[in-house]
Every structure is written in structure tokens, then in C-alpha cells.
């Protein structure tokens, strides 16, 4: 599967952005989907994921009650919705995805990923 983020941008502190990822493929709904991130001279970090039929959903701690994935197998398509975003928030994030993952958080588990889309949150 082809993975294409958008969404990113820049932010005040306290405010919201919504990251979409677009795949290509037929099999789009057998895929497990995430979200990690990378910031500025840190090592890339698990954000968020969610099964198949989207019955499964983890988070990091540092975004539980902040952010919300979902995904529509109609659109081919995972969303990110960030809220309450904080200057740490700043990150390139990337959409990733496998089929046989289960909820792993480890990024090196994810065999496609997209190109990244940056978000900039500002104090």
C-alpha cells in the first residue's frame, strides 16, 4: 500500500489540526494503520493506531485525551485529529501501515509508509 500524509502546518498552542493519509490499494481494510513522529533531533516515536474495522485503537501516553485516530475504508483514508496541541507536539508525522502488526508500537514492525507532513506548534 501507497501512503500519502497531509494536514500539517503551523499552530498556537492550544490549538487543533486534523492529518490525513490517503492509500492507494484495494486491500486497504486489512491493514493495520498508524501514526508516528519524529522530532527535531529525537528518535521517531509511536503516536497512535488502530485495527482493521477500527475496534482497536491505542495511543501514546503523552496524546491520550489530545489526539484521535480514525479511518475510513470507504475513502481509503486515516485521519489524526490533534487537540490541545503543545509546543513538544512539533514533529514531522508519518502514517504507516502492515497487516500483521496486532498493535505493535514499533516502528520498525511497519513495512509502508508515507512521506511525512510537518507540524509546528508555537507557544
Known amino acids: 500500500v501507497q501512503l500519502q500524509a497531509s494536514g500539517g502546518g503551523l499552530v498556537q498552542a492550544g490549538g487543533s489540526l486534523r492529518l490525513s493519509c490517503a492509500a492507494s490499494g484495494r486491500t486497504f481494510s486489512r491493514y493495520w494503520l498508524a501514526w508516528f513522529r519524529q522530532a527535531p533531533g529525537k528518535e521517531r516515536e509511536f503516536v497512535a493506531s488502530?485495527?482493521?474495522?477500527?475496534?482497536?485503537?491505542y495511543y501514546a501516553d503523552s496524546v491520550k485525551g489530545r489526539f484521535a485516530i480514525s479511518r475510513d475504508n470507504n475513502k481509503n483514508a486515516v485521519y489524526l485529529q490533534m487537540n490541545s496541541l503543545k509546543p513538544e507536539d512539533t514533529a514531522v508525522y508519518y502514517c504507516?501501515?502492515?497487516?500483521?502488526?496486532?498493535?505493535?508500537?514499533?516502528?520498525?514492525?511497519?513495512?509502508?509508509w508515507g512521506q511525512g507532513t510537518l507540524v509546528t506548534v508555537s507557544s
Open positions: 488502530i485495527s482493521w474495522s477500527g475496534g482497536s485503537i
Open positions: 504507516a501501515a502492515d497487516v500483521k502488526v496486532y498493535g505493535s508500537v514499533e516502528g520498525a514492525d511497519f513495512g509502508s
